[in-house]
């Protein structure tokens, strides 16, 4: 408002401004002797009249509407204000001829002709010499008030790609290595709090706002005091989860490691039963053992892999097994990688404390009495181990073709399976600072890392993901300090408990869930950013994927290789879990990958291993991958948080929708005719607001808010309320890049093929159905809202 009145006063004043020189300029030569002959004042005093009928004219009205209409609609440009319009013209024959035909004009002017030729020679010199002095004046005004007035659209609102590269070229990968290496040192200390304060400190140091603890207390299920043990009864030879006999002198040159071998928040306590291999617990595997053998109370020796681990244990404890024997297989992993001796961890919990389940831990909340989330005992253990029970010293052959580990049907195996486990509330912290933003503040882009928790094990990925959010910030901060802000509000978030289920984060959210479901526009996960070294892996919401595209092909012209890059929206680890599917926030990861890993079966990654056959630092010795990864995100979430319009795709939702459905799928005739309706209202949408948007001219404040409020809740039209354990809530996340399909119903589809109902099936295609149609609609509804403001209606 303030704006579009400094606007209208500068273009008022420019116009008194012509007005008085016109007249002033008029009347000046007056003194001259020329002007003592009567004719020549009667043609001044005629022209000074003219001038004033002029400015009188309905074109200057006009000028007057149109500027003020311009103003309105809030062009984020100047509006460059047409001069001529004040101007007298040089030539106004038409004008005087009008006025010669009224007889009024006649009557009050009358004078005699001119009495020499010399007269008529000064007469047009001064009329030549006053639109000269007009038109200079009319130049230096119109430079005066382009100069002056103020545009209506906020300067940080223009797109300052070289602002961006100022920011992003200070990012030092030695800077991260030595950040790297300072946190990897704090590695072995029982309390988070110190690597916590570690974090504060240097954030603090580097000048971002009100960085502070958020603390929550949990319950936490952390190891017993002794490791749990596996006896074979035939023998009775006990064995630790790494395949080492149950001795003294072998735990101790185990280390404590040893102890962290467990599944977080499984039932303890002790069984004996036969064991029975299951493959990968597939529903396909379930069906067919349950036809050959009893399965109850039984113990299931399963792979780790091709499915999330919560819904193959939902699976096997409907079944009736009562244990699991949890481990990897050598042939689902590189060659270069020997995990035979390896423990792992693996949290059971989906999110959250699991004593305050929906709702946030803080005092006086209501606290369930449940240590365990599921029935069944389960225990990771070693492929060593599995391959002593199963009676197989090798998993590969001689001629290196490699041998999946599989329990031979007609033998049976019988163990005694021990779990211990110990549950004690903890506290959890959380470390939270922003840089505010300018122009809409109250909308967040938050950018998540991860720390160090103790009693668990992340390896070295949580140093480096700490490492490359404190170097965006170190980036960041100098252009802050010299006043400049982003339009929206950045905040960094390093979360604690989450090798434990994402409790951090998950607390955090649930904390400030009301304020969060319509403020935050974007998460950026910076998990795990180093697992490999071969191929760069982004992982984004269908709405982002064309920002990541062009991020990653402009990072690609400064490379001397640039791989083909496949972009995805696949089920990933970490804290993004809870922005994505309890607030429906678009997402983006960047990671290095090991492409022979990507070839394997998906979800290994929910391992968590206490030692990393290969370190951070060798497959990045130099730290280059990390300055990538802190560029390219960097470069994101500039973009995200500066830009006048997200940029957010909405028809790239549109078409993933229909994506989904393409192939031999039963049942979807109706799915295909709604998605299609989406997609007609999401290019409705795409065409009639968002590319005139993308004009400065057309970047009405009000127009822009609305549009960005739309486009940041696209996707919480496609949260589902239940699905299968460990499947995402928002069903635009595929299982992995090998499922094309919604997971829903493929999971729909496999667990109807041998029943006679398809009461699931129908219920998961209700789900995807009214997800398509809720998104159709919220377009049409946006589309009408724009319209009926355009039309002045509201």
Partial sequence: MSSLMVLKFCSLFGRKMAYQKVNADQRAPGHSQYLDNDDLQATALDLEWDMEKELEEPGFDQFQLDSAENQNLGHSETTDLNLDSIQPATSPKGRFQRLQEESDYISHYTRSAPKSNRCNFCHLLKILCTAIIVFIFGILIGYYIHTNCPSDSPSSGTVDHQLYQEILKTIQAEDIKKSFRNLVQLYKSE??????????TQWTSLGLEDVQFVNYSVLLNLPGLSPSTVTLSSSGECFHPDGQPCSEEARKESSQDLLYSYAAYSAKGTLKAEVIDVSYGMADDLKRIRKMKNVTNRIALLKLGKLPLLYKLSLLEKAGFGGVLLYIDPCDLPKTVNPSHDIFMVPLNPGGDPSTPGYPSVDGSFRQSQSNLTSLLVQPISASLVAKLISSPKARTKNDVCSPLQLPNNEIRVVSLQVQTV????????????????????????????????????????????????????????????????????????????????IGSYEWGEDFKTVLQKNVVAYINLHSPIRGNSTLRPVASPSLQQLVVEKNNFNCTRRTQCPETNISSIQIQGDADYFINHLGVPS???AYEDIKTLEGPSFLSEALFSTQSTTVEEMDPFFKLHETITKLSGEVILQIA????????????????????????????QLLAMASRLRESAEL????????????????????RMLNDILQDMEKSFLVQQVPPGFYR?????????????????????????????????????????????????FKAGLDVFKSVLDGKN
């Avoid at 319009?645 to 929708?657: G, H, Q, R, S, T």
């Avoid at 299982?735 to 129908?762: M, N």
Wanted: net charge neutral.
């Fill in 423 to 502: 549950t004690k509330l903890k506290t959890v912290t959380n470390v939270v600072g922003y840089v505010m933003g300018l122009t809409s503040p109250d909308r967040y882009i938050i950018v998540g890392s991860h720390h160090h928790t103790a009693h668990s094990y992340n390896g070295q990925e949580w140093a480096s993901s700490t490492a490359i959010i404190t170097a965006f910030i170190r980036a960041l901060m100098p252009k802050v300090k010299r006043g400049w802000r982003p339009d929206r509000t950045i905040v960094f978030c390093s979360w604690g408990g989450t090798a434990f289920g994402n």
């Fill in 588 to 590: 983006v990861q960047f």
């Fill in 191 to 200: 309390d988070d709090m110190e690597v916590s304060k570690k974090i504060k």
């Fill in 730 to 778: 928002n069903i635009l996340y595929h299982l992995d890049e090998r499922t094309g399909q919604f997971s829903i119903l493929v999971e729909a589809w496999e667990h109807c093929k041998p029943l006679a109902t398809d009461e699931t099936l129908q219920e998961a295609l209700s789900k995807v159905l009214n997800s398509i149609n809720s998104a159709h609609v919220y």
């Fill in 685 to 704: 949408f795409q065409s009639d607001e968002m590319r005139p948007a993308n004009d400065p001219k057309e970047r009405a404040p009000i127009r822009i």
């Fill in 642 to 669: 500066n830009e006048p319009v997200l940029p957010f795709n909405a028809l790239d939702i549109a078409l993933e929708v229909q994506n989904n459905l393409k192939g031999d799928q039963p049942n979807t005739h």
